[in-house]
């Protein structure tokens, strides 16, 4: 089994309506973290968490909100969808720890489509 | 804050060749610079990193060098294969394991 999950892998929905992408973790990491991929512009960063009472603000976190429900899970929400968000996202997991050095896992993506 | 610029967007090689993608960056501060490789329909994973009190690391056919003077870093692979036909991302973080700024990202097409 994949050790970051995301789900939904796909997801199409239109202007203005509330969106939540999952991701869970069974790795035992304690950082989360939320990126959008765009073509052209790499992975930049929408929230980090370091661990279930701290939530951070990345390059990019307007629009988007996070909840962090557990070490396992943390969940990123579009309140009100727009076109522009239409993107690859990933979550991504790192051992506060570094036992395995600085190394991110990143889940397997969810693309998003706002028509 | 930290800015990281990649050339090419595109590479292509013959398969047994070299490829080699340059990434600068802004942050003098700076401390670690990772590689990551995104196969199609797949997330980023770690290929090789890179901390800046280090010049090169190898690991069979890549390689990183470091030029912290000049504010940049490579990857390097050599013996090029279709396998290694990928979209790879450079990232520089001041704080290792936290906060990577990526690179915009260059696809290698390695033809046989």
């Known amino acids: 089994d994949a050790d970051v999950t995301q789900t939904p892998r796909n997801r199409i929905t239109k202007t203005g309506k509330r969106i939540m992408l999952e991701c869970s973790q069974t790795k035992g990491h304690d950082r989360m973290y939320w990126y959008r991929q765009d073509p052209g512009l790499g992975l930049r960063l929408i929230y980090y968490s370091f661990d279930v009472k701290d939530i951070n603000k990345g390059e990019i976190s307007d629009g988007y909100s996070v909840s962090r429900q557990a070490q396992a899970k943390f969940s990123l929400s579009l309140e009100s969808a727009i076109p522009n968000q239409t993107a690859l996202y990933f979550c991504a997991t790192s051992d506060r720890d570094n036992r395995q050095g600085y190394e991110q896992f990143f889940g397997p993506g969810t693309r998003l489509t706002v028509l | ?112």
Do not use: M
């Open chain 2, 1 to 112: 804050g930290e800015n990281v610029e990649q050339h090419p967007s595109t590479l292509s090689v013959q398969e047994g060749d070299s490829a080699v993608i340059k990434c600068t960056y802004s942050d003098s501060a700076s401390n670690y610079f990772p590689w990551y490789k995104q196969e199609l329909g797949k997330g980023p994973q770690l290929i090789i990193d890179i901390r800046s009190n280090v010049g090169e690391k190898k690991d069979q056919r890549i390689a990183v060098t470091l030029n912290k003077t000049a504010k940049h870093f490579s990857l390097h692979i050599t013996e090029t294969q279709p396998e290694d036909s990928a979209v790879y991302f450079c990232a520089a973080t001041y704080n290792y394991g936290q906060n990577f700024v990526f690179g915009p990202g260059t696809r290698l097409s390695v033809l046989p």
